[in-house]
Nanobody, 112 residues
Framework: QVQLVESGGGLVQPGGSLRLSCAAS????????MNWFRQAPGNEREWVAS????????TYVHSVKGRFTISRDNAKNTMYLQMNSLKPEDTAVYYC?????WGRGTLVTVSS
């Protein structure tokens, strides 16, 4: 079954950290670039970060540069998003994406 499954979300205080994971199955993970998106309540889904097939090239939306790090482990068919210095405005459901394939998302809430 071709699918993406996110995990690692939760409640964290401002300034805290979380690491999200995206487990891929049913396709050759290493042959696709991958993306993270997020959707805050009442907002449209926005792109957060992308990573190349080999993990060498990464890009980020300006608002998370220097705080978030996208990475992948092709041997484990898994992508990650390390999120540091979290802010309340990072609160959103975070989605893993490959072309038209989406996971169900994992909720990140940043609040004191």
């Amino acid at each position: 079954q071709v699918q993406l499954v996110e995990s690692g979300g939760g409640l964290v205080q401002p300034g805290g950290s979380l690491r999200l994971s995206c487990a891929a199955s049913g396709f050759t993970f290493s042959t696709y670039s991958m993306n993270w998106f997020r959707q805050a309540p009442g907002n449209e889904r926005e792109w957060v970060a992308s990573i190349s097939r080999d993990g060498v090239s990464t890009t980020y939306v300006h608002s998370v540069k220097g705080r978030f790090t996208i990475s992948r482990d092709n041997a484990k068919n898994t992508m990650y998003l390390q999120m540091n210095s979290l802010k309340p405005e990072d609160t959103a459901v975070y989605y893993c994406n490959r072309l038209s394939l989406w996971g169900r998302g994992t909720l990140v809430t940043v609040s004191s």
